[in-house]
C-alpha cells in the first residue's frame, strides 16, 4: 500500500494528465481521501520502524565501552508482541473498513438526485469507441460529458483486455471481451481530461490515449445536434474497420448500429459484471445492462 501511494506522489507531478491529486469530481475526490488516510495509516507503521531500525544499529553497535545491557537469556516481551501485533491489526482493521466503505459507495452513482448519461466503451487495437446509445451517437478517441452529471460508463473489449483510466475523474476498470464492466464517474469542472489504457496491448500502445471533454449541459446537448446533424453514420462496416489494428485520430458518428455493444459483448461469452442493477437515465439501451445472464 506505502508502495502504490508512493507510485501515486511520483506520477501526480509527471505531467497534468496525471494529476490523481488533483481530482475534479466527487469519484475522484473519494478516491483521494483513500489514499491519504492509507498513507497516513502506514505511515504509523513504517516511520516508527524506520526510526526503530536507526536506533538499534546505533544503540546495539559493536563498539568499546558500549554500555548496552547484554541479556544473553531474553527471550519475550508480552508488552512488544502486544505493540507489534497489536498497533499493525487496528490499523489493517481501519484501513479494511474505509476501504470497503469507499469501494461499496462508488458502485452507485455520484448524484443520485441526477439522472445518469450511458456511454459504451469499447477498446479496440489501438482505439478507444464511444457509444451514446441515449443520445444515439458514437466518438472514437474522445468522449464528451456535461458537467455535474453522474456518467456511467459501461465497459468492454473487442480486442486483448485494457485499463480505462481518467487520472482526474476516478480510478481505472478493466476492459475484457465477453465482459461489461461499470464505473462511475463525473466532473464538476468544466475541462479536458487526459485518459489512457492502463494495459500494454502491443506495439500501438502507447496511442490508447483519448480525452474526455466536460462542459455545461446546454453545450454538451449543442455538441450532440452538431455531431447528429454534420457526421456520417457508423455502420457495422465501419466498425469492421475499426477493429482492424491501427492508429487513428478522433472521429464522431451521427448514429449508431442497434445493439452493437450489447453484440460485441455476447459474441465473447456475454457477461455482465456480477451484481449489475439496470442501468437508470438517458443512456440505457433495450438490453438495459442487467445482471449477469
Known sequence: MLGASAMTLLLSGCGPQYMV?????PVGREELHLIILSVILTGIVIIPVLAL???IVWRYRDKPGNRAPYQPKW?????LEVIWWGIPIVIVGILGYFTEKTTFALVRPPENNIAPITIEVTSLDWKWLFQYPGQKIATVNYAVIPTGVPINFVLTS???????WVPRLGGQEYTMPGMAMRLWLQANQSGTYYGHGA??????FAHMNFNV????????????????????????AIYAQLKIPSVIGTTQYSSIPPNLFNGTVWAD????MPGMLPAQGTGSNSMKHNSTQ
Do not use: C
Open 199 to 204: 494495459n500494454f496491448t502491443g506495439r500501438g
Open 213 to 236: 471533454i466536460a462542459k455545461p449541459a446546454t453545450q454538451f446537448y449543442g455538441w450532440v445536434q452538431r455531431v447528429k446533424s454534420t457526421s456520417h453514420p457508423l455502420t457495422r
Open 53 to 55: 531500525l536507526v536506533f
Open 158 to 164: 473487442d480486442a486483448p483486455m485494457n485499463s480505462f
Open 75 to 79: 527471550s519475550e516481551s508480552r508488552v
Open 21 to 25: 491529486l488533483d481530482p475534479v469530481g
Open 269 to 272: 461469452g456475454g457477461k455482465y
